[in-house]
């Protein structure tokens, strides 16, 4: 998830330290000393779809994060401004901007 966390700091999200186990049917991530995420269903997911799980759960933290802190919503759509999420297309995982319907970049290259 170091993709994802580079494209957090390079628009401005402070470091932040994550840890994930994989079992091969569950996923565990926790962020920091404190807080544990919930568990998610990893059996029959591709490595793509993994990817996106994980990222979609380390956003909704994000999210909740920054709104508490009452900064702009990471990532952002470079073209739109909007809040970015991820999406699973084949293999990859990509950035996805409801606002302009469009892939904006592969996570990680923001």
């Known amino acids: 998830m ?8 390079t628009q401005g999200g402070p470091p932040a330290e994550i840890l994930i186990e994989h079992d091969g049917a569950h996923l565990d991530i926790s962020i920091g000393d ?10 029959d997911l591709t490595d793509a779809e993994l990817a996106r799980e994980v990222i979609d759960h380390l956003h909704a933290e994000v ?4 709104g508490q802190q009452g900064r702009p919503l990471l990532p952002f759509c470079p073209t739109h401004g909007s809040s970015l999420h991820a999406q699973a297309v084949r293999s990859s ?18």
């Open 63 to 66: 999210v909740s994060y920054e």
């Open 93 to 110: 995982v990509l950035w996805w901007c409801g606002t302009g319907a469009h892939h904006p970049a592969v996570i990680g290259e923001l």
């Open 2 to 9: 170091a993709r994802f966390l580079r494209d957090w700091q």
């Open 34 to 43: 404190s807080r544990q995420l919930p568990s998610v269903e990893a059996g």
